[in-house]
């Protein structure tokens, strides 16, 4: 029964932040690899950053130097710290926890940024 559930999205103005959490259950976290995606209308879902049990991190060029994902063993959670949010980055944001026998999604959280 794994479980993933996002919060933390919402209307921003371009330039602004916010910061999206996800919150697991279910599932052995130290062992899990976390990840966020995205979707936005029209487009294919994207991976926009990574970080692995050792917590190395991965991001999409086009969040690269912008945002920041982190995780916190304690609370069973990951964060994507978004900075200087561009119109682009308006999308459906989705956590990912991927383990040996799961690879699992929660329902997602929109963030919408007007210019």
């Known amino acids: 029964q794994v479980q993933l559930v996002e919060s933390g999205g919402g209307l921003v103005q371009a330039g602004g932040s916010l910061r999206l959490s996800c919150a697991a259950s279910?599932?052995?976290?130290?062992?899990?690899?976390m990840a966020w995606y995205r979707q936005a209308p029209g487009k294919q879902r994207e991976l926009v950053a990574t970080i692995t049990t050792g917590g190395s991190t991965y991001y999409a060029d086009s969040v690269k130097g912008r945002f920041a994902i982190s995780r916190d063993s304690a609370k069973n959670t990951v964060y994507l710290q978004m900075n200087s949010l561009q119109p682009e980055d308006t999308a459906v944001y989705y956590c990912n926890a991927r383990g040996y026998l799961y690879n699992s999604w929660g329902q997602g959280t929109q963030v919408t940024v007007s210019s």
């Open positions: 279910g599932i052995i976290f130290s062992a899990s690899a």
